[in-house]
Structure formats: C-alpha cells, structure tokens
C-alpha cells in the first residue's frame, strides 16, 4: 500500500488544493440560523396541515387561521370586526320599535288579504292563473286562457267515504 | 448530551449541534457536487432531516457519522437527478493557497506540457472528480481532503474497509489518468 501511496503523491499534493476552497466570508455566521428557520417554519407548516386533516371541508377556517398566525394586524382588525359585528347584534336585538318592513310597497287595492283575487293582480299573470297569496280561502274563478278557452282554476271533486 | 436535548425539541441544543459540524458538512456536500449554492441547500437540508429524524436516531454509531450518512445519501440522490445538468460554482481559494508548500512545488515544478495557475488547476481537479463514479468521489473526498480514516469512511458509507482501499484506489488511479498533465 505504502507504494501505491508514494505512486499517488503528486494527486496528493494537488489534492491539497480542494482543502483551499472556501465558501464567502461569513457564511457560516448565519448558516445554523438558515436551518433553526427553516425547521420552525416546517412545524408551522405541520401544524396547519393537521388542522386541515381535521377540518377537511373547512380549510377555508384553517387558511383563515393560518393568515391570521402569519399577520398579527389581520387578526387584530378581524378580531375589531367581531366585537364591532357583536355591538350590532346587541344594539339591534335591543332595539323595541323595531319592526319587518314589506319587502314590497303595496298600493291600497291589494292590501287586503282577504280581497286578493286574480282580476286584482297584474293581467297577465291573472290571466294564467298564477296568484300567490298565503289566503287558503280564494274566490277561484275560471280565467282566460289565451286561446280564448276558460280554464277553471279548480274542478269540484267529491269522495265517497267508504263505510267500514 | 446535545443529542438528547435536541431529541427532545430543544432548538439551542441543535444549534450547537449544527455549529459543530456545520463546515465539515458543507465541505463534504460541496466537494461532491462543485457547486456553493447546491451545497447551501443539500447541507441545509441534511441537517433539517436529521433534525427530523432525530427521534429514530438509536445510537448504534456517533450522531456525526449518522448526520454524515444523511447528507451522503441526500447528495448522492441529488446528484444522480442532477446527471446531466452539471454546472460548476466554485468557492474561491482563499488566501492561504499561494502559500502552501505542496502548492507552490506543483506550480513552480511546470507541466511539462504548459504552464498552469491555480484557478485553473482548481477547475481541472473539479472537472476530473465530477468524472468519477459518486461512490468514488466520494472516497476521495472523504480520504484525501477532509482527511478521514478508512474505518471512519466505511462507517460512513456502511461497507467494510476492504470496500473503502480498493475504491479509493481506483478512483486515484482515475484521477491520475485525467489530470496527467498537471502531474509530475
């Protein structure tokens, strides 16, 4: 082997050349703070990916979270939108005089309930038939199709009760 | 001691850990692969890994041959992906170089073919070392510049010191062959 080794002297020596290599000045001052970094960012990484395995269909909940572990100011101003969200509900819930407006403003011929009939609706729609009234009790006229044919609006059906 | 307390998540711990063998680390991943911003990353890496898997380290070897196996086997994969993309980034020779016996003799001695520089020997021992199988560079590298013994190496590589010589053999032989005309 010592021949062999006496044989490889001259590669030893320009092998001596690589032990020369070196990385720029200071790289190694931040080298283990890069790796501290990057394994505490994997754990947070780990973290939110079990959060989503637990909530699958709301990872929509998890992202939120996830933003909001990233950027203290996001949470702050969500949490500022909750309390504002809940003085609101608190306010509103409170608040006696306050009653459903209609969804829609109705003239003085449809007010009543109880006088809703097709001829009071739009022509059109009377003329199909259609009404919408939550009235069980409707003077059920037969209406004009557009064919010139009367369609009653219900035909009289009688049951026989059978005697048991 | 540090082991333990890095096993049991202690980050300061592993700080320490990865101070101490931060640059033989770099050193060994950059010399098998001739590139400062692959090694960046593969030492970066091994040690994360090993940070990883820091719980199913048993003790049967050193924490630093088994951080060693780790950033072999992570740069070996590297590389083999890497096969035909080969790109040198080489770390500057540092101030020293100029003064190194053996260095001045093999520069002072002239080729006799032409006369070289030291930029352009360190490109030429790059380029001839990227020539050679891994498993052969990285006996080489091992061996005869970080300076290890054969039994260190065949820990580190898990084959048995017969295995090491004989590689290491080849792999000069190799070597010698590709750098002839730089060698006396």
Known sequence: MNENEDNFESLRRLMVLKQHETPPPGYFNNFSGQVLRRIRAGENVESATLLERLFGPLSGIAKLLKALDAKPVFASGFAGALCLLLLFGIVSAERPDLTPQPMLQADATTTSLAALSPTALSPSASQMGIVSSTNPVLNLQAVASNFGQQIPLAQPVSFKIPNF | ?184
Request: proline share 2%.
């Open chain 2, 1 to 184: 001691m540090l082991v333990q307390q890095a096993r049991r998540g202690d980050l300061e711990a592993y700080d320490e850990l990865i101070r101490r063998y931060q640059e033989r680390i770099y050193a060994t991943v950059y010399h098998m692969t001739a590139n400062h911003e692959d090694a960046n990353d593969l030492a970066q890496e091994s040690f994360i890994k090993a940070y990883q898997a820091l719980k199913s380290f048993k003790g049967g070897s050193s924490f630093y041959t088994w951080l060693y196996r780790i950033a072999v086997n992570k740069t070996i994969n590297f590389l083999k992906q890497r096969k035909n993309r080969i790109h040198l980034s080489l770390n500057d020779l540092d101030f020293n170089t100029e003064h190194n016996p053996d260095l001045v003799a093999l520069i002072s001695e002239k080729t006799p073919h032409r006369e070289v520089n030291l930029a352009e020997l360190q490109e030429k021992l790059n380029a001839a070392l990227l020539k050679l199988s891994e498993p052969h560079r990285l006996v080489v590298v091992l061996h005869d510049v970080q300076g290890m013994s054969h039994d260190e190496i065949a820990k580190i590589m898990e084959c048995n010191i017969g295995t090491v010589r004989s590689r290491l053999f080849y792999a000069r032989q190799q070597l010698q062959a590709l750098l002839a005309d730089y060698l006396k």
